[in-house]
């Protein structure tokens, strides 16, 4: 089942220092974390904080070359993961109406989720593995896990992008 999500900003992760996407559900209650690299966390960044480069970024690219095919992105969501590796599908909508589903990964698919303006959405199975992580990290030390000091962070208390 997929699950509406929020981005609540982006952090860095203190210990790799590789950007991190907070997405959070409705309620807010449950996040999901996802490692980004360093260009697509400044494609993601500067759309979140309405910012217009004097140059396209990729995503912006893409958008454009989209828009003038008559297509759209209609919603993206994060469906599943492995070996540590999230896998996203990004939806489009072609000028006759077709619907195709596209392979992508969870950075490029948020980057054009936010430029298109349409939900970003995630698996339940996804958010359950982190709450799994959050109800467990009680008993663990601090620092012995890179995800859970992470998963313990307070989105509100970040900066936002």
């Given at each position: 089942m997929e699950i509406l999500m929020n981005i609540a900003g982006i952090?860095?992760?203190?210990?790799?220092?590789?950007?991190?996407v907070i997405l959070l559900d409705e309620k807010g209650d449950r996040k999901l974390l996802v490692w980004i690299g360093m260009l697509e966390a400044v494609s993601i960044g500067t759309e979140l904080a309405g910012m217009k480069p004097s140059r396209p970024l990729a995503?912006?690219?893409?958008?454009?070359m989209l828009e003038e095919l008559g297509a759209t992105v209609t919603k993206v969501a994060i469906c599943d993961a492995k070996d540590s590796t999230?896998?996203?599908v990004?939806?489009?909508v072609d000028k006759d109406g077709k619907v195709f589903h596209k392979d992508s990964r969870p950075s490029d698919a948020i980057g054009l989720a936010l430029r298109f303006k349409c939900p970003i959405y995630a698996e339940e199975k996804l958010l359950s593995n982190v709450n799994k992580d959050l109800a467990t990290e009680d008993s663990l030390n601090a620092g012995e896990s890179e995800e859970?000091?992470?998963?313990?962070?307070?989105?509100e208390k970040m900066h936002k992008a």
């Open positions: 952090a860095l992760d203190p210990l790799t220092n590789m950007p991190v995503h912006d690219l893409a958008k454009s999230y896998y996203a990004t939806d489009l859970t000091d992470l998963a313990k962070m307070d989105p």
